[in-house]
């Protein structure tokens, strides 16, 4: 054997070992998701001590094995094989995650896991009791134990910057603001112009009392009807909505409120978008990052395509009403269901149950607010105040609880500070590939109106699904829609819906 052929071999075999340490840690993090999403589901409140301990114990092995001096070795010997692209992508992928990882001692690692753990406990007590006091000290702690990770991994850069770039590390920060900037200076006029327009839409379609066990029926036959595999997934409720799995086991959580079936409903929906994504990615490369999503503003494109490219669609409302009026007495007509789920209305203080357009301003204060707090801009004890007074600014409400305030959303028990840009930089997105897929497929109103869903499933399995984590966002995004990511296209078409429903053309 040359010594050019024994080389190459050596090589191969680094990649393929480099893979099989690869899946043992997708193992490891596969198996924290379910403890997670049983202990927000289906764990005996008494198990949180013992819970906190499993997940570290996950989590620090996990970190363990990537950090290893022989992932490193293994890395260094696959990045100089001969790869094609595919391979690159891949070895790529784990370089930015050891990279990242072996920055950070394990004891950090571990504390946070058990810290976060503790605080989803604390946060669920304190939203219930609206005692934002029973919540602060976790939360104080997860920034502090944040910023020293944010130090560990660059001590020179922005700690907040570094942060968001474990959610999205293919865009910058600055450029997720000046989206935010964009995104914010577009729609604050436009909800001022509309809120001045004087227009008769119809706004209390789903006003009334539904009972939640129909409502989470309807629930289950709206997912089927999109497409959701039931041999591959299930439908819980839990505090937040979520949804946590993999190509071969995706759950997806929801909530219900009696007084509003439109928010369980448009929630479900969501949820079945990153459900949908998770599950259509390749199954043979489970355990590799070509069989992994493509982080989080591309994991939000997807609920958000179909929250709202498809749930909240006239076309989606003529076929599903029927069905809705299978389980609940209403006399609305399609026309008036579609006019009451995108009615606009900034008097809405709960994020996940905002319109299409003032969702963003939500968006926008979460993200100023913890970016502040990373940056040790703002107090933990500051949070409630601040929380009001942007939504005043904002908005023009404010919160009389902080259960309905800066205690809403669960991000913050999870010390997830950088999450919060991804959902507007999803939304925007998700029209840029919607209407991609329009441009491919034609018009889609008559398949959603049939409830045909073949034709848009298969365009996002192969222009989005299918390639896993093989191109960053940016790549990603042009290689679907022969456009690099900008707002243009989510721009447009507020323009061109709300002016429709609005009568805004001739001043937009």
């Not at 934002?132 to 944010?150: I, K, N």
């Not at 609305?332 to 003032?358: C, F, H, K």
Request: negative net charge.
């Amino acid at each position: 054997m040359s010594t050019d052929t024994a080389t190459a071999d050596a090589d191969t075999t680094a990649y393929e070992e480099l893979l099989s340490r690869y899946e043992r840690i997708s193992s490891l993090q596969s198996a924290q998701g379910v403890l997670s999403w049983d202990q927000q589901v289906t764990m005996p409140e008494g198990g949180t001590p013992a819970r906190s301990k499993e997940l570290s114990t996950l989590s620090s092995l996990g970190h363990e094995l990537l950090t290893d001096d022989e992932t490193a070795d293994l890395l260094d010997a696959a990045e100089a094989a001969d790869l094609d692209d595919e391979q690159a992508a891949v070895v790529r992928e784990i370089r930015r995650d050891y990279e990242r990882a072996d920055a950070v001692p394990q004891s950090l690692v571990e504390e946070i896991s058990e810290t976060s753990t503790e605080a989803l406990g604390a946060w669920e007590e304190a939203k219930a009791d609206d005692d934002f006091e029973t919540f602060a000290p976790y939360l104080e702690e997860l920034v502090e134990l944040r910023r020293e990770e944010a130090a560990a991994i660059d001590d020179d850069r922005d700690p907040y910057a570094v942060l968001f770039e474990e959610y999205e590390p293919c865009l910058s920060l600055d450029r997720a603001e000046r989206i935010l900037d964009r995104l914010k200076e577009t729609l604050v006029p436009m909800i001022d112009e509309i809120a001045d327009s004087g227009a008769a839409i119809t706004t209390d379609a789903f006003d009334g009392t539904y009972d939640t066990d129909a409502q989470e029926a309807l629930s289950r036959e709206v997912l089927t009807t999109l497409g959701y595999d039931w041999d591959r997934g299930r439908l819980d409720t839990s505090s937040h909505p979520f949804t946590a799995g993999n190509q071969h086991d995706c759950r997806v959580t929801t909530r219900f409120d009696e007084s509003d079936p439109l928010g369980g409903l448009t929630a479900t929906v969501h949820e079945f978008g990153h459900a949908f994504y998770n599950l259509g990615l390749p199954r043979e490369e489970w355990g590799t990052p070509l069989g992994e999503s493509r982080d989080l503003s591309v994991h939000e494109s997807q609920s958000r395509l179909w929250e709202n490219h498809v749930g909240r669609t006239e076309a989606f409302w003529e076929q599903t009403l029927p069905t809705f009026a299978e389980y609940f007495d209403t006399d609305a007509t399609s026309r008036e269901a579609y006019e009451s789920a995108n009615q606009v209305y900034d008097d809405n203080l709960i994020r996940v149950e905002a319109d299409e357009l003032t969702y963003h301003l939500h968006i926008v204060i979460r993200f100023e607010i913890e970016r502040d707090l990373i940056r040790g801009d703002l107090d933990v004890s500051e949070v409630p105040a601040v929380w009001n007074d942007k939504y005043e600014e904002y908005l023009g409400i404010r919160p009389e609880t902080d259960a309905e305030g800066c205690l809403q959303d669960i991000h913050w028990s999870h010390g997830n500070f950088g999450y919060f840009p991804t959902y507007s930089l999803g939304s925007v997105m998700a029209t840029q590939l919607f209407d991609a897929a329009e441009d491919e497929l034609g018009d889609l109103d008559d398949d959603i109106r049939n409830a045909g869903f073949d034709r848009l499933h298969e365009w996002l399995r192969e222009n989005v699904h299918g390639h896993g984590a093989r191109y960053e966002t940016n790549e990603l995004v042009e290689q679907a829609t022969g456009e690099p990511f900008t707002a243009d296209a989510f721009l447009a078409y507020v323009r061109e819906k709300y002016g429709e429903l609005y009568d805004l053309e001739a001043s937009v």
